[in-house]
């Protein structure tokens, strides 16, 4: 089956702690996304990545990092920096085409928490 | 910068009825997507419909259409014969290939 995994699915950290939220997708997408969710917003942009070895800060980039060493992977680190990491994270995958929409697939989340 | 709004936080309709979600952005692009996402309790987000702006012809997919006005920049979603299976977050979602702006969503339930 094709698709967007995330790993895991739940995740607690200590404060001060980073931590890594992985994103594997096999629809073999040229552009990967990260989100993050909070209660009563929308999906806000954090990074997004078009071509492997190249990304784009997003809106709210700040205390997060990211590598694009593979086409199919795109993990998201965490940092320390980020005052307030509490949230639902969300990745997507998309085709890249000019003439055309790029709809974006997404994985099923991860909720992390700090403790 | 591109925005989404969506002025209904929640909303609620009774089973076999009809309920409108709005949804009105902000641009000053020609060429742009618009979409809506469902996202039900299990938080995974489903396409729903999507509108080509350069497209005059509303969308429609079954149950759900879009009143798309671009003039006045509103994109509102149409639920028909509601079930409650629909029940779920709902997010408008505008892009121009660059990036995706979500709204706040609209939490929607569906009363039996």
């Known amino acids: 089956d094709g698709g967007i995994t995330q790993s895991p699915k739940y995740l607690f950290r200590k404060e001060g702690q980073n931590v890594t939220l992985s994103c594997e997708q096999n629809?073999?997408?040229?552009?990967m996304y990260w989100y993050r969710q909070d209660p009563g917003q929308g999906l806000r942009l954090i990074y997004y990545?078009?071509?492997?070895?190249?990304?784009q800060k997003g809106d709210i980039a700040e205390g997060y990092s990211v590598s694009r060493e593979k086409k199919e992977s795109f993990p998201l680190t965490v940092t320390s920096a980020q005052k307030n990491p509490t949230a639902f994270y969300l990745c997507a995958s998309s085709i890249v085409l000019v003439s055309s929409y790029n709809e974006q697939f997404f994985g099923p989340g991860t909720r992390l928490t700090v403790l | 910068a591109q925005t989404v709004t969506q002025s209904q936080p929640e909303m609620s309709v009774q089973e076999a009825e009809t309920v409108t979600l709005s949804c009105t952005y902000d641009?000053?692009?020609?060429?742009?997507?618009l979409f809506w996402y469902k996202q039900p309790p299990s938080r995974q987000m489903i396409l729903v419909i999507r509108?080509?702006?350069?497209?005059?012809q509303n969308a429609t997919e079954n149950r759900f259409s879009v009143n798309f006005q671009k003039a006045a920049k509103s994109f509102s979603l149409k639920i028909s014969d509601s079930q409650l299976g629909d029940t779920a977050m709902y997010f408008c979602?505008?892009?121009?290939?660059?990036?995706?702006?979500f709204g706040a969503g609209t939490r929607l339930t569906v009363k039996p």
């Open positions: 990545s078009q071509i492997v070895n190249d990304f």
């Open positions: 509108q080509e702006a350069y497209k005059q």
């Open positions: 979602a505008f892009t121009n290939n660059n990036d995706m702006r």
């Open positions: 641009t000053s692009e020609n060429n742009y997507y």
């Open positions: 629809l073999n997408h040229d552009a």
